[in-house]
């Protein structure tokens, strides 16, 4: 079972704002940034946030990252179909000195 | 260009071992920390390990511990995840990542993952 939860499926029409969440329940993220990776079927995940909010270079500004006390959102607006994948949020865990990813957010464009 | 390419997966039985590897390039390896991801068949990600640059230190996930050993030759750009004890529930897609998390950049680079599959 994750530390960090996700909702296991989202989804949306092409054009909208999706936002998937991510919760540290009571545990909180304390002062650890949360991260988001993005991952196609069959393929390696890649970074998508990094620092709660900042996109790497070449990641579409239609991708934003928030974080606010023990939750955490990734927000997509103008919904395309190739941003059909999975999206994990991970985050440091410091009482189990490791990280822990949320159990992933299945986003379907429909 | 960054690359990571995982080798040395495949079948093996349960109680048994495996050493899967990771070679890099494109970067100063030495100067980063390394990481492995797994994903079981299905499921969602788990961190594994981390070791640090210097492979000084080391890292793991509970049910790894005494089980899993993280190294690297910095000689060879190369990082290793050395098995025992394996379980039907360590079989997964095995990726290697460049942690940078010490600098806060999370697993900014993966190689394309290795199958282990414990089996009898």
């Known amino acids: 079972q994750s530390v960090l939860t996700q909702p296991p499926s989202a989804s949306g029409t092409p054009g909208q704002r999706v936002t998937i969440s991510c919760s540290a329940g009571?545990?909180?993220?304390?002062?650890?940034?949360v991260y988001w990776y993005q991952q196609f079927p069959r393929t390696a995940p890649k970074l998508l946030i990094y620092?709660?909010?900042q996109r790497p270079s070449g990641v579409p500004d239609r991708f934003s990252g928030s974080k606010s006390g023990t939750s955490a959102s990734l927000a997509i607006s103008g919904l395309r179909s190739e941003d059909e994948a999975d999206y994990y949020c991970a985050a440091w865990d410091d009482s189990l000195s490791g990280w822990v990813f949320g159990g992933g957010t299945k986003l379907t464009v429909l | 260009e960054v690359q990571l390419l995982e080798a040395g997966g495949g079948l093996v039985q349960p109680g048994g071992s495996l050493t899967i590897s990771c070679a890099a390039s494109?970067?100063?390896?030495?100067?980063?920390?390394m990481a492995w991801v797994r994903q079981a068949p299905g499921e969602g990600l788990v961190w594994v390990s981390t070791?640090?640059?210097?492979?000084?230190?080391?890292y793991y996930t509970d049910s790894v511990k005494g089980r899993f050993t993280i190294s690297r030759d910095n000689s060879k750009n190369t990082v290793y995840l050395q098995m025992n004890s394996l379980r039907a529930d360590d079989t997964a897609v095995y990726y290697c990542a460049r942690d940078r998390s010490g600098t806060h950049y999370g697993f900014d680079y993966w190689g394309q993952g290795i199958l282990v599959t414990v089996s009898s």
């Open positions: 494109g970067f100063t390896f030495r100067a980063n920390a």
């Open positions: 009571s545990s909180n993220f304390g002062n650890n940034f």
């Open positions: 620092r709660d909010d």
């Open positions: 070791i640090t640059g210097t492979g000084a230190n080391a």
